[in-house]
């Protein structure tokens, strides 16, 4: 992957004029904009030794990457000759995340963001702790503790969520803790610091997107759970699911459900809809890149009476509830 970046002072232009110039001279040059991807754009050559190439765009940011080094030199030099651009080489830092190349494939991680995050709120001393939560950690609105300053606790909510792009040990914890911005107390800043107390600790994990992976093939696997009734105060349950490509971790999300399930097939059954929705949206964005796929998006549900619900249309006719 390579990047370029816009020279501000070349174009002064709104981000949104930019967007629109680039757009079409992207599309003057045979690139096709993905419709599940806004900002991802696709060119494909049939006689070329370049299949397919493709950019990622975010404002005056652009990804590039193909497998032949010669067609993303001609695209340079094709951006270059229509804007003022500059080639910072290969990825190394975009968005506040960092990639590095290494012998068994792409990391991707957040470390100096992490220590940024550690230093504006004086963690970067504390103790390393071994898990971002308690076991069973139960934490509630209306309790007569202390209030604290909820400037301060957005701020550490904020950077938190920010970091959950490349950490996922941290997805379901920091979403816990955001149930409580308008008023939280001193149980909940407690929790927050625990988290960054656990980030102390683990500042060098990362993400591997490894090379070579011919055995386990290019296979897109998902797992879905759910918590039954883990909120104690409204009964919702937790949803979770993470996604795998070819080996490397591409999507994962940890959201509280919308209603409340009356059993754990239900919460089981909510978490897999809302698992299939994004593999829907996977499967979709993998075909408009051309990404080759062995077989099926693979589901892998813990759950016996949520497989048989979503087996037998015969059931769904009592399930309409959900």
Same mark, same amino acid.
């Given at each position: ?5 816009? =020279? *501000?002072?070349?174009l002064?232009? /709104? ?41 990622c765009?975010?404002? !005056? ?70 898990t ?31 970091l ?48 070579? &992976? ?10 879905? !759970? ?16 993470i996604?795998?490509?070819?080996? /490397? ?12 399930a009356?059993?754990?097939?239900? /919460?089981?059954?909510? =978490? =897999?809809? &809302? ?13 408009? *890149?051309?990404? &080759? ?5 693979? *589901?892998?549900? !813990?759950?016996?009476s =949520?497989? !048989? ?5 015969t ?8």
């Amino acid at each position: 992957m390579y990047k370029l970046k816009k =020279a *501000l002072y070349g174009l002064k232009q /709104a981000p949104r004029a930019w967007n629109r110039r680039i757009d079409s001279f992207l599309s003057q040059i045979g690139f096709k904009k993905c419709t599940s991807e806004h900002g991802v754009y696709v060119r494909c050559l049939q006689d070329s030794k370049s299949k397919t190439l493709i950019v990622c765009l975010y404002v !005056d940011d652009l990804l590039i990457t193909d497998s032949n080094e010669e067609a993303i030199v001609v695209f340079k030099g094709q951006m270059m000759n229509e804007f003022e651009m500059s080639d910072l080489g290969l990825l190394s830092y975009f968005l506040g995340m960092e990639f590095r190349m290494t012998q068994y494939g792409t990391t991707m991680h957040q470390s100096k963001y992490t220590q940024d995050l550690l230093k504006k709120f004086n963690m970067q001393q504390s103790n390393p702790i071994g898990t971002p939560a308690e076991v069973g950690l139960v934490l509630e609105k209306e309790t007569d503790e202390e209030l604290v300053d909820p400037t301060h606790y957005k701020k550490i909510v904020g950077y938190l969520r920010y970091l959950c792009n490349t950490r996922r040990d941290l997805n379901f914890s920091v979403e816990l803790i955001s149930r409580f911005m308008q008023e939280p107390r001193q149980s909940h800043l407690l929790a927050a610091k625990r988290i960054m107390r656990y980030v102390q600790g683990t500042t060098n994990f990362r993400i591997l997107f490894p090379k070579g &992976e011919v055995d386990i093939g290019l296979k897109l696997i998902g797992y879905s !759970d759910s918590d039954w009734c883990g909120d104690k105060i409204d009964r919702k349950s937790t949803t979770g699911y993470i996604f795998f490509y070819g080996g /490397a971790l591409v999507s994962w999300s940890s959201t509280k459900e919308p209603v409340v399930a009356l059993s754990s097939c239900e /919460a089981e059954y909510i =978490a =897999a809809s &809302e698992a299939t929705c994004q593999a829907v949206w996977l499967d979709a964005l993998m075909k408009e *890149l051309q990404l &080759e796929k062995s077989c099926k998006v693979k *589901l892998l549900v !813990d759950n016996k009476s =949520a497989i !048989d619900l979503a087996r037998h249309p015969t059931s769904h006719g009592r399930s309409k509830h959900i």
